[in-house]
């Protein structure tokens, strides 16, 4: 299993939002969950926080909020040639300093369309250049496959989060993911870094669960985040309700770890929380 990617140490100018894929090829690892709820807790913190939707289930959206599917507008529409203007897309959410760049079912037509597009791997960092002096955080939430939209995110990210379930079968995925890295990596993006691996659906009583990020913690070291996130019926409730859990259930375990989570990130791009 590979793990030669450039170390998360490295700094960010101020002036600028530090763009972060939240990236899994295996669904059900808590991905848009952490993308929603790391935001969130980011913008707790006082970031200028954008989440991007990069999946054509609208995952990201619904939990939001958002009646996605009766959008005119989506991050479909900027990716094209006759692209709308940013601010067309752009939404406000319920969270203070938190916007989103919505998607729905017909970004599935972004693949076929930019396949034969000159550049097409750099078709979202066209999108997002015109508004990184804007946020502090830009985080895509990428769909569960390594297609022409993953690479595209990783081609315009400074760094990578991945959310990995708390089972050994995610390990041999976690290969592939950082595999496909070190090819963008060398091909399309020189800065691109494994910020680092969030382990969820932890539950420190079960000895399967110890034992994964044990194993985890042994192949990639300090790029394991401290912070775990836990199992709970919370995520999905505080889902249903269109809401991060920090604003949902506040005081619940899955609120305070991810707001430990983004004290952890703020802290390794030297940013105070």
């Given at each position: 299993?590979?793990?030669?990617?450039p170390?998360?140490?490295?700094?960010?100018?101020?002036?600028?939002?530090?763009?972060?894929?939240?990236?899994?090829?295996?669904?059900?690892?808590?991905?848009?969950?952490?993308?929603?709820?790391?935001?969130?807790?980011?913008?707790?913190?006082?970031?200028?926080?954008?989440?991007?939707?990069?999946?054509?289930?609208?995952?990201?959206?619904?939990?939001?909020?958002?009646?996605?599917?009766?959008?005119?507008?989506?991050?479909?529409?900027?990716?094209?040639k006759?692209?709308?203007l940013?601010?067309?897309?752009?939404?406000?959410?319920g969270?203070?300093?938190?916007?989103?760049?919505?998607?729905?079912?017909?970004?599935?037509?972004?693949?076929?369309?930019?396949?034969?597009?000159?550049?097409?791997?750099?078709?979202?960092?066209?999108?997002?250049?015109?508004v990184?002096?804007?946020?502090?955080?830009?985080?895509?939430?990428?769909?569960?496959a390594?297609s022409?939209?993953?690479?595209?995110?990783?081609?315009?990210?400074?760094?990578?989060?991945?959310?990995?379930?708390?089972?050994?079968?995610?390990?041999?995925?976690?290969?592939?993911?950082?595999?496909?890295?070190?090819?963008?990596?060398d091909?399309?993006?020189p800065?691109?870094?494994?910020?680092?691996?969030?382990?969820?659906?932890?539950?420190?009583?079960?000895?399967?669960?110890?034992?994964?990020?044990?194993?985890?913690?042994?192949?990639?070291?300090?790029?394991v985040?401290?912070?775990?996130?836990?199992?709970?019926?919370?995520?999905?409730?505080?889902?249903?309700a269109?809401?991060?859990?920090?604003?949902?259930?506040?005081?619940s375990?899955?609120?305070?770890?991810?707001?430990?989570?983004?004290?952890?990130?703020?802290?390794?791009?030297?940013?105070?929380a």
């Amino acid at each position: 299993m590979s793990a030669n990617l450039p170390s998360r140490e490295n700094q960010q100018p101020r002036g600028e939002a530090r763009v972060v894929a939240l990236c899994n090829q295996k669904g059900g690892v808590g991905k848009t969950t952490s993308t929603i709820n790391l935001g969130a807790a980011l913008a707790e913190c006082g970031q200028r926080v954008l989440l991007v939707d990069l999946d054509p289930q609208g995952a990201l959206s619904a939990g939001l909020g958002v009646a996605h599917n009766d959008l005119v507008v989506t991050i479909y529409d900027l990716l094209g040639k006759s692209a709308p203007l940013v601010d067309e897309v752009l939404m406000k959410t319920g969270v203070e300093r938190m916007d989103l760049l919505p998607s729905n079912i017909d970004l599935s037509a972004a693949e076929i369309q930019l396949v034969n597009e000159v550049g097409r791997e750099h078709a979202l960092r066209r999108v997002l250049d015109q508004v990184r002096d804007r946020y502090d955080y830009i985080l895509i939430d990428c769909q569960p496959a390594l297609s022409v939209l993953t690479v595209n995110a990783l081609a315009c990210a400074d760094g990578v989060i991945i959310p990995m379930e708390c089972e050994f079968f995610s390990l041999r995925g976690l290969a592939l993911l950082t595999d496909t890295m070190e090819k963008v990596r060398d091909r399309l993006n020189p800065k691109l870094t494994l910020y680092g691996i969030v382990v969820t659906m932890f539950d420190a009583r079960l000895l399967h669960s110890r034992q994964v990020r044990a194993r985890v913690e042994e192949v990639f070291g300090g790029s394991v985040y401290e912070t775990a996130i836990s199992r709970t019926v919370r995520f999905p409730d505080a889902t249903i309700a269109g809401e991060p859990i920090t604003s949902w259930a506040p005081k619940s375990n899955g609120a305070e770890q991810y707001r430990a989570l983004a004290r952890e990130v703020l802290q390794q791009a030297g940013r105070s929380a």
